[in-house]
């Protein structure tokens, strides 16, 4: 495994290994990396002949006031851990190599990112756009795989792919848990053992949630208010939202008509730490 860190040479290394016909897929991740990002690595293994793992913590998505100062930071770590699910370089540039002096040039996708999470989180979506565009043109991957983890990521994802013409096939692997049902994140170190114990209720509620879906529910206001009354009563979390939504467009359902993909989501905060998980369905 080898550990890049120059825009030019992670490029240059990209057309060396297509030229000599190799495929290439690609994790981009902030580091700290879990089972979550792992299982994302060892998924990529079985669609390109070299692994590259990015770990970038992104300056673009951060708003003010979050946490990218305190977001866990560890390379060595980091790499050993991407090497062993079967990563062969690791590329990891600095802030300054990513947003030189002078940059000015954004990706913004419209519409789906003022929802959920882009409401929450004015010009997130534009740094996660911005960075996976640039990340595309200097790792030039055949696939590219997220999490489902960040669900609305990957919807925002999809569609700048579509509309600028990436020629990138997209994998979309399965959210990893913890054996409480809570969603790994690399934001859960910043739980204290009581926000932690009380945490899997967000996962209880979107299984709530699903159950209810399937059983036919046709009211999306009342499971989103169940899955309220359920985090507020089992934890001191304090919802950011709740949805019941449209899988492809993300707008909140009124009427649940199937057949539908339906998109389950929250974000809630423990104390600083904000929270979030998804389930997807078909109807
Ligand atoms: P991050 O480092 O948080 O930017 O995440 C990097 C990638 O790992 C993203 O595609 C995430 O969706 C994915 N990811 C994070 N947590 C999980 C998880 N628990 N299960 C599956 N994928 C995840």
Known sequence: MIIVHDPA?????????????KTI???????????????????ACGHGDSVVTSIFVNPTQF????????YPRNLDKDAALAAG???????????GAMYPQGFATFVSVEGI??????E??????RGVATVVAKLCLIVNPHVLLLGQKDGQQVAVVRRMLTDLNIPVRLVVVPT??????????????????GQRAEAPVLYASLRMAEQRLREGEKDAESVRAAMRSLITSGSQGVIDYVSVAR?????????????LPVMISLAVRFGPTRLIDNISLTL
Do not use: C, W
């Open 9 to 21: 040479a992670m490029r240059q290394r990209a057309d060396d290994a297509r030229r000599s016909g």
């Open 176 to 193: 990893v848990r913890e054996k409480d049902g809570l969603a790994m994140s690399s934001r859960n170190v910043y739980l204290t053992p």
């Open 25 to 43: 897929a690609f994790v981009p991740t902030m580091g700290a990396l879990h089972a979550g990002h792992l299982a994302l690595i060892r998924e």
């Open 113 to 118: 990112t003022g929802l959920l999470e882009g």
């Open 85 to 95: 699910a079967g990563s062969d370089v690791v590329f990891a540039p600095s802030a």
């Open 63 to 70: 708003g003010v006031g979050e946490d990218f100062e305190r």
């Open 247 to 259: 899988g492809d467009t993300l707008e909140e359902l009124t009427v649940i008509t199937p057949p």
């Open 120 to 125: 929450s989180r004015p010009g997130h979506f």
